[in-house]
């Protein structure tokens, strides 16, 4: 396993334009998402849609942002791209899997009083 998950990190690195970042950010998302399928005997190969639904209904139970769920979409959707590519695999599980809705933070806005006193800084 630990070969076929380096071999993906590797795909990534070559074929993608991704940071580095982001690939370090899949790599942990893979590799916590194989873990909670060994916890529940199952075979990342067999997994089904129901399957990646359980596991993001376990990280929203685990209070993770929808940001982060979001990317771990993500990360198992180009995981099974990658398994269908090599041949691992003959089914893609995340095919019509929804991401969540992220929410979108307004900015932080200045008060009245905030704005009169940077307006009453000297400029030098």
Same mark, same amino acid.
Do not use: C, W
């Given at each position: 396993?630990?070969?076929?998950?380096?071999?993906?990190?590797?795909?990534?690195?070559?074929?993608?334009?991704?940071?580095?970042?982001?690939?370090?950010?899949?790599?942990?998302?893979?590799?916590?998402?194989?873990?909670?399928?060994?916890?529940?005997?199952?075979?990342? &190969?067999?997994? /089904?849609?129901?399957?990646? $639904?359980?596991? #993001?209904?376990?990280?929203? %139970?685990?209070?993770?942002? =929808?940001?982060?769920?979001?990317?771990?979409?993500?990360?198992?959707?180009?995981?099974?791209?990658?398994?269908?590519?090599?041949?691992?695999?003959?089914?893609?599980?995340?095919?019509?899997?929804?991401?969540? &809705?992220?929410? /979108?933070?307004?900015?932080? $806005?200045?008060? #009245?009083?905030?704005?009169? %006193?940077?307006?009453?800084? =000297?400029?030098?």
């Amino acid at each position: 396993m630990s070969q076929i998950l380096d071999d993906f990190v590797d795909d990534l690195t070559n074929n993608k334009k991704l940071s580095e970042n982001t690939i370090e950010s899949y790599s942990r998302d893979i590799k916590q998402y194989l873990s909670y399928l060994e916890e529940n005997n199952i075979d990342f &190969k067999g997994a /089904k849609r129901g399957n990646i $639904i359980a596991y #993001i209904l376990y990280l929203k %139970k685990e209070n993770k942002a =929808p940001s982060s769920i979001s990317r771990s979409i993500a990360s198992i959707r180009s995981f099974y791209h990658f398994l269908l590519k090599s041949n691992i695999v003959n089914y893609d599980p995340t095919i019509d899997l929804e991401s969540p &809705k992220v929410e /979108k933070k307004m900015p932080e $806005i200045l008060t #009245i009083g905030e704005v009169e %006193k940077l307006l009453s800084i =000297p400029i030098t």
